[in-house]
């Protein structure tokens, strides 16, 4: 079965600062990944996805993350954050097309101004 | 265009009583899903449903039935609420065009459920 691991609980960055957010998942064959990101008292929101091709991912908001397949992890980044970007990010990974999301714990990114 | 609707937004329940979450989309899409939410847990996959008129498993059924009423709306049952049961509920969708697979889930808003 497949597990996905987000590293950090908790990630509190100045603003413009870059962030990295840290994800790593386990599976035996192929899988699609997501990141999704959830604004306070709100659902989810796709940020990206990874389905194959090219490893570097570029989603909405500036985010990007980068697929590697032999790290088994799936980081996402931003070059300088805003306070907007404070919210909780799930990375997900799935084996069918998107269905059976299987989410990590969450990262809450904290923002200071 | 709404989206995916849920309703209640709040709910409190005693342990031992029912109620039914209910979901709606109105995107056309063809796969439901409810998911619960707990803090450092993630969201984890309750029941889904592919298509119309089926429904599946997912990673923590026990407790909760689902009906997937038509193409639009997927209702959650807890026949006896539980304090474990105590948890925000979250309901998403997806599509499958004829063109090829469809990757993004949809989400609502969340039910906040609180079980005494």
């Known amino acids: 079965a497949q597990s996905v691991t987000q590293l950090d609980s908790q990630v509190p960055v100045f603003e413009e600062a870059p962030v990295e957010l840290r994800c790593n998942y386990s599976s035996s064959v192929s899988v699609y990944l997501f990141w999704y990101v959830q604004y306070p008292n709100q659902g989810l929101q796709l940020l990206l996805k990874y389905l194959s091709g090219s490893t570097l991912v570029k989603g909405i908001n500036g985010f990007e993350a980068e697929f590697n397949k032999s790290q088994t992890s799936f980081h996402l980044r931003k070059p300088s954050v805003h306070i907007s970007d404070t919210a909780e990010y799930f990375c997900a990974v799935s084996l069918e097309y998107g269905n059976k999301l299987v989410f990590g714990a969450g990262t809450i990114l904290r923002v200071k101004s | 265009n709404a989206g995916v609707t849920q309703t209640p937004k709040f709910q409190v329940l005693k342990t031992g009583q029912s109620m039914t979450l209910q979901c709606a989309q109105d995107?056309?899409?063809?796969?439901m899903y409810w998911y619960r939410q707990d803090p450092g847990m993630g969201l984890r996959l309750i029941y889904y449903s592919a298509s119309e008129g089926t429904t599946d498993k997912g990673e923590v059924p026990n407790g909760y039935n689902v009906s997937r009423l038509n193409k639009r709306e997927f209702s959650l049952r807890l026949e006896s609420a539980a304090p474990s049961q105590t948890s925000v509920y979250f309901c998403a969708s997806k599509e499958f065009p004829e063109g090829g697979p469809s990757y993004e889930q949809y989400f609502g808003p969340g039910t906040r459920l609180t079980v005494t």
């Open positions: 995107m056309n899409h063809n796969s």
